[in-house]
Every structure is written in C-alpha cells, then in structure tokens.
Nanobody, 124 residues
Framework: QVQLVESGGGLVQAGGSLRLSCAVS??????????TGWWRQAPGKKREFVSA????????GYGESVKGRFTISKDNLRDTIYLQMTLLKPEDTAVYYC???????????????WGQGTQVTVSL
C-alpha cells in the first residue's frame, strides 16, 4: 500500500511560481521500482498527466503542456517528491494529484495510488 499526501497548493498570479510537495510512504518502504508523479484535473475536464519520476534512477517524464515550465524532483531521504511550477498560466488552474505505481517508466500509464489532491489557482 502506498500513501501520498500533497501540500503546497494555493493562489498565484499568472507568471508566478509555486512548488508542490508529496510525501510518499509505502508499506515495507519505498522500493526501487516505484514511480511517482503528478496529475491534474480542471473543472469539467479529464484528468491530465503532468509529470513523473522514477524512484531508482530519477528518470522523468512530462506532459506536453508543462514541458519547459514545470520540473519534478525527489528527495529519497525524505521520501518526498516536488513539482516546481514556473511561468504559471490561468489554464494551469486545477486540482493537482500525487500518484504512484510500481513500474520502471516515468510515463502516463498504470497509476493506481492517489493522493487527495491540492488546489492550484492561477489568476490573471
């Protein structure tokens, strides 16, 4: 079982920055084949893949809409992943979810553990 707790959401003006955190805990400890990442869902829209990172090698993946603006990272000692968001746009407004799966690829497939979500609102 993997538990994920997000923090760091809030209100920010367009062009600003925000950092999300996700504390990761797994029964038996985090393992090398864990992949964690971020998804988001805006009102009336499907959940969208944002980014992911492999726990072992730190390979990363990004959704097209955030490439070049968002950066995912991890702190293995703190069992925490981060999403640094810059150049935020109003269309980035959404509930951001931390997610996890067991696998080896930082892609958008197969996530089956989810956090509760944190709201990010970007104003003009």
């Amino acid at each position: 079982q993997v538990q994920l707790v997000e923090s760091g959401g809030g209100l920010v003006q367009a062009g600003g920055s925000l950092r999300l955190s996700c504390a990761v805990s797994a029964s038996g400890g985090t393992s090398r084949d864990l992949v964690t990442g971020w998804w988001r869902q805006a009102p009336g829209k499907k959940r969208e893949f944002v980014s992911a990172i492999t726990w072992s090698g730190g390979d990363t993946g990004y959704g097209e809409s955030v490439k070049g603006r968002f950066t995912i990272s991890k702190d293995n000692l703190r069992d925490t992943i981060y999403l640094q968001m810059t150049l935020l746009k109003p269309e980035d407004t959404a509930v951001y979810y931390c997610a996890a799966k067991y696998g080896w690829y930082a892609d958008d497939r197969g996530y089956n553990h989810w956090g509760q979500g944190t709201q990010v609102t970007v104003s003009l």
